[in-house]
């Protein structure tokens, strides 16, 4: 699949971030990861065309799928309002969510997140 533009890029990122998350609650790993790799290559061609800032808007999202990705993908250009929205996920949601949020709070703390950890650089 190639991405075309931002709309498109923030269009898909959107809809498979809400499927990765449901299929990971449902244990359906096979299209959790599909759309982890899209959700992937969105967010690195929004990085790699110096626009992630167009995510921002996701994180006051009803959707709390949709504020997790956004907040995993704004990490370390809005660190203060990701941080607050992964504490925020970690302390009123339950199941595999929360716990996502609660270990992607750990490996910041202990700078295992490197700043380009979701990014595939352009070849």
Request: aromatic share 8%.
């Given at each position: 699949m190639r991405?075309?533009?931002?709309?498109?890029?923030?269009d898909l990122f959107k809809k498979h971030?809400?499927?990765q998350c449901e299929a990971t609650e449902e244990g359906n790993y096979k299209m959790g990861n599909k759309s982890y790799d899209i959700i992937i290559r969105c967010i690195s061609f929004i990085a790699n065309n110096s626009m992630l800032e167009k995510l921002s808007f996701?994180?006051?999202?009803?959707?709390?799928?949709?504020r997790f990705w956004a907040a995993c993908a704004l990490l370390h250009t809005e660190e203060k309002e990701a941080i607050k929205v992964l504490k925020d996920i970690k302390r009123n949601e339950t199941g595999f969510i929360s716990l996502n949020a609660e270990i992607t709070l750990s490996e910041l703390e202990k700078?295992?997140?490197?700043?380009?950890?979701?990014?595939k650089q352009k070849k």
């Amino acid at each position: 699949m190639r991405i075309e533009n931002i709309d498109e890029a923030i269009d898909l990122f959107k809809k498979h971030a809400i499927i990765q998350c449901e299929a990971t609650e449902e244990g359906n790993y096979k299209m959790g990861n599909k759309s982890y790799d899209i959700i992937i290559r969105c967010i690195s061609f929004i990085a790699n065309n110096s626009m992630l800032e167009k995510l921002s808007f996701l994180l006051k999202d009803n959707n709390t799928y949709l504020r997790f990705w956004a907040a995993c993908a704004l990490l370390h250009t809005e660190e203060k309002e990701a941080i607050k929205v992964l504490k925020d996920i970690k302390r009123n949601e339950t199941g595999f969510i929360s716990l996502n949020a609660e270990i992607t709070l750990s490996e910041l703390e202990k700078g295992n997140l490197k700043k380009d950890y979701l990014i595939k650089q352009k070849k």
